[in-house]
């Protein structure tokens, strides 16, 4: 069994920083995407920030420069540094694996339960 378990979301002030991690535990072979999305109650799922095995980053416009994602393969965790927060970013936010289990032929997609970033103004 494989699961996502996301960390570190809290209340923070307008303008402050938050960092937020997820580990993917269990018999994992190998971690091929990992994906922060964002949704709020009532709207679509948005696209944070992706990066790939090989560290390759990607952003939605509205966070470059603010967001950084980052990862360390060796612990199968992705990381989200969030700056310069401001209150349209309060929402949940989930992270997405491609993953392939041990002694799996398939990538198969899991997601964290969610972490709640409350940003106040």
């Known amino acids: 069994q494989v699961q996502l378990v996301e960390s570190g979301g809290g209340l923070v002030q307008a303008g402050g920083s938050l960092r937020i991690s997820c580990a993917a535990t269990g018999s994992i072979s190998s971690i091929n995407t990992m994906v922060w999305y964002r949704q709020g109650p009532g709207k679509q799922r948005e696209l944070v920030a992706t990066?790939?095995?090989?560290?390759?980053?990607n952003y939605a416009d509205s966070q470059k420069g603010r967001f950084t994602i980052s990862r360390d393969n060796a612990k199968n965790t992705v990381y989200l540094q969030m700056n310069s927060l401001k209150p349209e970013d309060t929402t949940v936010y989930y992270c997405?694996?491609?993953?392939?289990?041990?002694?799996?032929?398939?990538?198969?997609?899991?997601w964290g339960q969610g972490t709640q970033v409350t940003v106040s103004s």
């Open positions: 997405y694996a491609s993953v392939k289990r041990l002694f799996g032929v398939a990538w198969l997609d899991y």
């Open positions: 990066i790939t095995s090989g560290g390759n980053t």
